[in-house]
C-alpha cells in the first residue's frame, strides 16, 4: 500500500505543475474579462478598453498571476513529492524561471524585465523557503 501512495504521489508532481499553470492562467483570464466588463462602452476602441486605468489594471493582474505561478511552481510540487524535494523545488524554479528567462534572452524585448524580475524574486523565494524549512530534506 505504501508504494501504491509513493507512486500517486510522484505522478501528481506533474500535475500538480499543470494544475498551477492552468489555474493561475484561468484566475488571471477571469480577472481580466471582469476588468475589460467594467469598461464603459465609448471607451472600447476596436474591441480594446482606452481607458487610463486599464492598462495599469491589466499589468497588475499579470504581475500578480506570474508572482502567484512561479511560486505554486516551486511550493505545491515540493510538498507533494514523496523525497528529493530540494531536486523537485529547483526543477520547478528553473522551469518558471526558465520560461520567461528564455523568452526574455531570445527576444531582448524590454518589456519583459519586469516579468523576469518577478518571477525569478517570486521562484527564488519560494526555493529558499522549501530550502530551508525541515520539508525540503533529501530523503524524506
Known amino acids: 500500500m505504501r508504494l501504491v501512495i509513493t507512486v500517486l504521489r510522484w505522478l501528481l508532481v506533474p500535475v ?3 494544475a498551477v499553470v492552468g489555474g493561475t492562467l484561468f484566475a488571471a483570464r477571469s480577472t481580466v474579462d471582469l476588468i475589460d466588463a467594467r469598461c464603459p462602452a465609448q471607451s472600447m476602441v476596436a474591441g480594446s478598453c482606452v ?5 495599469g489594471a491589466i499589468e497588475t493582474v499579470i504581475y500578480v498571476a506570474l508572482l502567484i505561478a512561479a511560486a505554486g511552481l516551486v511550493v505545491i510540487p515540493t510538498l507533494i513529492a514523496p523525497g528529493i ?3 523537485v523545488a529547483s526543477v520547478g524554479f ?6 520567461v528567462g528564455g523568452l526574455y534572452f531570445m527576444t531582448t524585448w524590454s518589456d519583459l524585465r519586469m516579468p523576469l524580475l ?4 517570486s521562484g527564488g523565494l519560494s ?3 522549501m530550502w530551508t524549512r525541515g520539508v525540503a530534506d533529501v530523503g524524506r
Open 16 to 18: 500538480s505543475l499543470a
Open 51 to 55: 481607458e487610463p486605468w486599464h492598462t
Open 85 to 87: 524535494k530540494r531536486v
Open 94 to 99: 528553473l522551469l518558471g524561471g526558465g520560461l
Open 118 to 121: 518577478i518571477v525569478l524574486v
Open 127 to 129: 526555493l529558499w523557503w
